[in-house]
């Protein structure tokens, strides 16, 4: 079936230091990835996304790559900031299947000073 | 503009209790989904609502049950409650629901479930 798997967690990284998160995905179709946030309290925030194969989603310093052929949508910032400190999800969509999104399990980071 | 709302945003119920669960769209939206967040794992699609009608469910028994109103805004119940009930459940809205194109969901804050 349709699922995503991410990088497990926590990740706790130096401020300005580089960051990826690994996420790969299984899907019948073409589908549609995004990347979510969840601050601490708050619900999910679209971080950004892609909808076809060699996209790159960006947003906020983040960036990330649709790759086909190995079936991974990674996360990368090139110098993270303490505000960056949240939990990350990547998801997926297959188009014509309604709004179903298929969540991975998230990933912590936590950026200290 | 007021973005997705949700309440209560927090509930205490007991084993074998019914609950019911609001959710407000951002203006204009029509596609309503809820997804269930259990602590330390990602969403988990239950249903989607598009124009009144249920377009998709996820693996969740029928003790799970929703709705969508006219002015779209919906309710997600569950009856007969279980412990392992005990989770944040999440509103999404979007333009649409259909097709193709991946239209955004703008999540709410969530409704942070507890069954004792």
């Known amino acids: 079936g349709d699922s995503v798997t991410q990088m497990e967690g926590p990740v706790t990284l130096s401020e300005e230091a580089f960051l990826t998160i690994n996420c790969t995905y299984t899907?019948?179709?073409?589908?549609?990835l995004f990347w979510y946030v969840q601050y601490p309290g708050e619900g999910l925030q679209l971080l950004l996304k892609a909808t076809k194969a060699d996209d790159k989603g960006s947003n906020k310093g983040f960036e990330a790559t649709y790759r086909k052929e190995t079936t991974s949508f990674h996360l990368e910032k090139g110098s993270v900031q303490v505000s960056d400190s949240a939990v990350y999800f990547c998801a997926l969509r297959i188009p014509n299947t309604g709004n179903q999104f298929y969540f991975g399990t998230g990933t912590s980071l936590t950026v200290i000073p | 503009d007021a973005g997705v709302t949700q309440s209560p945003t927090h509930l205490i119920k007991t084993r074998g209790q019914q609950v019911t669960l609001r959710c407000s769209p951002i203006?204009?939206?029509?596609?309503v989904s809820w997804y269930q967040q259990v602590l330390g794992q990602g969403p988990q699609f239950i249903f989607q609502?598009?124009?009144?009608?249920?377009?998709g469910r996820g693996n969740f028994p029928d003790r799970f049950s929703a709705r969508q109103f006219p002015n779209y805004s919906s309710e997600l119940n569950v009856n007969a409650l279980l412990l392992g009930d005990s989770a944040l459940y999440l509103c999404a809205s979007s333009l649409q629901g259909q097709g193709r194109i991946s239209f955004e969901q703008y999540f709410g804050p969530g409704t942070r479930l507890t069954v004792t």
């Open positions: 609502y598009y124009e009144k009608e249920e377009r």
């Open positions: 899907a019948t179709g073409y589908p549609s």
């Open positions: 203006s204009g939206h029509k596609s």
